[in-house]
């Protein structure tokens, strides 16, 4: 890919900066290591700015979750934080959240879920969907969730899961996520060194999270692995245009569709992996962040986003 053509001034600043805080001395660093420089690099992109909003963290039969009140709430939307499900955690996504509450007035709880590789999948769905069922006995419909990358991983295999149970979900938002198409597709292919994400990435991230073999078959590990795609929520996914993830958001959608399901499939071009951290400085990114904020708002009032 004609990288840069399609990327332009400010979002290659983001790049640079999101890189500088990698040491790229260290050729193998720990999963701590990693976690510190993810949390240092997120703070780094932090306004700190005062959000008309009450906040709380506690736990939830020992999830960690933190809460996002508005003063009036039109739903709940439930966020899973990105970071390959070896690093995030509620720090690093705090203020994607506390933004994303405040201008879309939805109540956001974020989801602390387990890591690997101390903790291997399951762990980290059963998190999620754990989660998504205290909050469901919490608060009152309209019930959404979220999530983005490894997060948005969680919030479709979710989906998936809770239709055997008697939650209604109102809808789920996806933003550039992971859901399990095959590496050897056109995207991972054309994407294989993109900036921020790399295919060599996903394996690494693939395999970290497993005990022994990569799961077959399993849609509580990659949702585009089941086999039935009907009675899935109204769904939008938002993908960046310069990601080996696109075919995942692409993919995904048409298999709902082809259910008979609502979805909608958003590829945002000249933005990378991660540019939800890119909202204050990149124009491309906010632009896409107001879309992702309206869609919340559109599917908790029951209105397929426009």
């Known amino acids: 890919m004609k990288y840069d053509i399609e990327i332009d001034k400010e979002t290659w600043a983001f790049i640079q900066k999101t890189e500088s805080f990698y040491n790229n001395e260290i050729l193998f660093p720990t999963p701590e290591q990693q976690r510190f420089e993810y949390n240092r690099m997120c703070r780094a992109f932090s306004e700190n700015e005062k959000y008309r909003l009450k906040i709380k963290t506690l736990e939830w039969d020992s999830i960690p979750v933190r809460i996002y009140e508005p003063k009036v709430s039109i739903g709940t939307l439930i966020y899973y934080h990105g970071g390959g499900f070896v690093v995030g955690d509620l720090e690093s996504h705090h203020d994607v959240c506390a933004e994303l509450a405040d201008k879309s007035q939805l109540r956001v709880v974020s989801v602390g879920y387990r890591l690997a590789p101390e903790h291997k999948h399951p762990a980290q769905f059963n998190d999620a969907f754990h989660a998504t069922k205290i909050a469901s006995s919490c608060y009152p419909e309209p019930l959404i969730i979220a999530g983005d990358s490894a997060g948005g991983n969680l919030a479709a295999s979710v989906c998936h899961s809770i239709r055997s149970t008697n939650i209604n ?12 198409t095959n590496m050897d597709s056109s995207s991972f292919t054309n994407h294989a060194n993109a900036p921020l994400l790399s295919t060599k990435d996903m394996l690494y991230y693939k395999q970290i999270r497993c005990e022994n073999t990569v799961p077959e078959d399993d849609p509580t590990f990659a949702p585009l692995n089941d086999n039935d795609f009907s009675n899935l929520p109204p769904t939008v996914v938002f993908t960046a245009a310069c990601d080996p993830l696109v075919d995942d958001g692409e993919n995904y959608c048409a298999k709902i569709i082809n259910a008979g399901g609502a979805a909608k499939w958003i590829n945002e071009p000249g933005l990378v992996h991660g540019y939800l951290r ?14 992702i904020i309206r869609a919340a708002v559109s599917l908790a009032k029951k209105e397929w986003p426009h």
Do not use: D, E, H, M
């Open 169 to 180: 979900l109102s809808g789920q938002i996806l933003i550039y996520p992971s859901l399990g």
């Open 278 to 291: 890119a909202r204050s400085t990149v124009g491309r990114a906010r632009k896409s962040f107001n879309s």
